[in-house]
């Protein structure tokens, strides 16, 4: 069994930033990609920035130039700075990671998700 577990998460004012982590742990051999994708009310769940296991980052447009993904392969955790925060960032964020287990077999995990509302 594989654990996501996130923090990080709250409420900000316009402008703000925020900083989540993502932490992995239990059965894990490696990890491959690891992301973030977040979902607001009515909408569909939408990758937010992934980062590979070689440090290659891809952001969604929305987020270039405010956002930062970055990883601590030691210690299976990823992270995301938000800065400059605008309303339309309010959605639960989640987290992914990509993982082998050591019995050989590559499965998709997710975070429980934390909720990122940014108002005045």
């Known amino acids: 069994q594989v654990q996501l577990v996130e923090s990080g998460g709250g409420l900000v004012q316009p402008g703000g930033s925020l900083r989540l982590s993502c932490a992995a742990s239990g059965n894990i051999f490696s990890i491959y990609d690891m992301g973030w994708y977040r979902q607001a009310p009515g909408k569909q769940r939408e990758l937010v920035a992934a980062?590979?296991?070689?440090?290659?980052?891809n952001y969604a447009d929305s987020v270039k130039g405010r956002f930062t993904i970055s990883r601590d392969k030691a210690k299976n955790t990823v992270y995301l700075q938000m800065n400059s925060l605008k309303p339309e960032d309010t959605a639960v964020y989640f987290c992914?990671?990509?993982?082998?287990?050591?019995?050989?077999?590559?499965?998709?995990?997710w975070g429980q998700g934390t909720q990122d509302t940014v108002s005045s």
């Open positions: 980062i590979s296991s070689g440090g290659n980052t």
């Open positions: 992914n990671a990509r993982v082998r287990r050591y019995n050989g077999v590559v499965e998709d995990y």
